[in-house]
Nanobody
Framework: QVQLVESGGGLVQPGGSLRLSCAASGSIFRINAMGWYRQAPGKQRELVATIISGGSTNYADSVKGRFTISRDNAKNTVYLQMNSLKPEDTAVYYC?????????????WGQGTQVTVSS
């Protein structure tokens, strides 16, 4: 099993910044990709950003140029630096890890952290 612990959410004014962190622990064999998703009230969960083990990244169009995903492989930790935040970024943000052990591949999810952008 892999456990994910998220931190860094909170309340911020429009135009402000927040940094989310997600640390993976437990029986870690191979992390293929780490990422962040978000879910706003009444909406489906959507991709925010992902980063694979080689360092390539992928972003939702709505956050390109404002958010930056990074990872520390030695710490099994992924970060999301969020700048120029907008009210529409308000959501619960979930960390995701794509993990493999042999032929078994499993998605793990964090508990979610609330981000609220409001004046």
């Amino acid at each position: 099993q892999v456990q994910l612990v998220e931190s860094g959410g909170g309340l911020v004014q429009p135009g402000g910044s927040l940094r989310l962190s997600c640390a993976a622990s437990g029986s870690i064999f191979r992390i293929n990709a780490m990422g962040w998703y978000r879910q706003a009230p009444g909406k489906q969960r959507e991709l925010v950003a992902t980063i694979i083990s080689g360092g390539s990244t992928n972003y939702a169009d709505s956050v390109k140029g404002r958010f930056t995903i990074s990872r520390d492989n030695a710490k099994n930790t992924v970060y999301l630096q969020m700048n120029s935040l907008k009210p529409e970024d308000t959501a619960v943000y979930y960390c995701n890890v794509d993990h493999s052990r042999g032929l078994r591949r499993v998605d793990y999810w964090g508990q979610g952290t609330q981000v609220t952008v409001s004046s």
